[in-house]
């Protein structure tokens, strides 16, 4: 029986540029498109380079070995400003079946029995997950349904911004979940999906581990108490967290971790790694690494029509976001192996590094369904 081995990588597929990507970048961008645009074009080529280039795809396969990741979670959205953000979802939903479509080895799962039976089949299982739950469903909670029913598992209540559903971290001030987010929360959990908080603000955190009946997650963070940032949890986010056996996967993002530091050093991945195992127990915890939306993967021609696009969506100059860097040893998605060697390093066994690793999200998943 193969481990698991889960992280939450919102681009879902490792950056293997080509000619045909890259002309494909390039004549969007002299046509005037955005950076956002141009990205939706790479990925577009890139869907039809795995359909028709064995070779191509064999690489993408490849990739992922090198990383030794089996399972990922996926962002369904767009960066390109000119679409509406349920549009952007709906376009990549489609982009992703294709992909599925097109790859024997890679399967969509939307149980965790599926995703153990795809870990030991030895293929890539893709756990879909949207972004901003209030900006995909747009004020009508029967587009929970719609998302179920395309195979999304994961929907966070709320990016950085306010939404109909609560309020996100990074806004002014935070009035909690609404009746609307309530209603929203029930559903989700209705149809067996897990509620994220990760992007949530304090207040709209909480009131959705009081709201929800079953454990919820924050499949991608840190500790305000490591790092003084908006984008991190409290001590008291982190403990009603626990109360209810919910999950917790931190973030690889330099600039999070060591605030507005590109540079930052690696080791504090592990330590927010080890406060959160010491903090909400050792069956809590895992790996969201969040990579891929700002690493060296980007192209330069991208990276600051990127930037500017965070900053849209939520990110301001304090949140020190920088695209094209990378953490440390990690410079792609192919060194995700410095993580369980890390892991190795800081004296965690091998049953400890095998639930961070896979396990406790898969577990999670089943408490959560």
């Known amino acids: 029986m193969r481990n698991p081995v889960f992280d939450y990588y919102p681009r879902g597929t490792p950056l293997i540029r080509s000619t045909r990507i890259d002309d494909a970048m390039n004549a969007a961008l002299s046509r005037g498109a955005s950076a956002g645009a141009a990205l939706d074009a790479m990925e577009n080529a890139q869907v039809d380079q795995l359909r028709d280039d064995e070779e191509f795809a064999q690489e993408m396969r490849d990739a992922y070995d090198a990383a030794g990741v089996n399972l990922v979670s996926a962002t369904m959205g767009s960066l390109d400003s000119a679409l509406t953000y349920a549009e952007g979802v709906r376009r990549d939903l489609a982009r992703w079946q294709a992909r599925i479509d097109a790859l024997d080895w890679m399967q969509k799962v939307t149980s965790p029995e599926e995703a153990r039976t795809v870990v030991d089949d030895g293929h890539v299982g893709i756990v879909l997950n949207v972004q901003n739950g209030g900006a995909a469903t747009a004020g009508d909670v ?9 195979g999304v598992q994961i929907v966070q209540l709320t990016y950085n911004s306010r939404n109909l559903v609560g309020t996100g971290c990074t ?104 406060y959160a195992v010491d903090k909400i127990g050792i069956d809590r915890v895992g790996i969201g690494t969040d990579w891929g939306s700002w690493t060296p993967e980007i192209p330069e021609p ?17 949140h020190g976001v920088e695209v094209g860097v990378g953490f440390g040893p990690m410079s792609s998605y192919e060194d995700w192996q410095v993580i369980p060697e890390g892991l190795d390093e800081r004296g965690f066994t091998p049953k400890e590094q095998r639930k961070l690793l896979g396990e406790n999200f898969l577990n999670f998943w089943e408490r959560a369904r």
């Open 171 to 274: 806004e002014r001030t935070d009035s909690g979940l609404s009746y609307h987010g309530v209603d929203i929360v029930e559903r989700l959990q209705e149809r067996g999906m897990i509620v994220d908080l990760s992007h949530c603000g304090t207040q709209t955190t909480l009131d959705a581990i009081e709201t929800a009946e079953k454990p919820v997650a924050v499949t991608h963070a840190f500790s305000r108490s490591l790092a003084d940032h908006d984008r991190g949890k409290s001590d008291e986010e982190l403990d009603a967290l626990a109360a209810v056996d919910g999950y917790y996967g931190v973030v690889a993002v330099p600039f999070f971790l060591d605030p507005g530091n590109p540079n930052a050093e690696l080791d504090l991945f592990f330590d927010n790694i080890e």
């Open 302 to 318: 991208l990276r600051g029509g990127l930037e500017e696009s965070f900053t849209g969506m939520g990110f301001r100059a304090e």
């Open 142 to 150: 029967t587009e929970v349904d719609v998302l179920h029913n395309a």
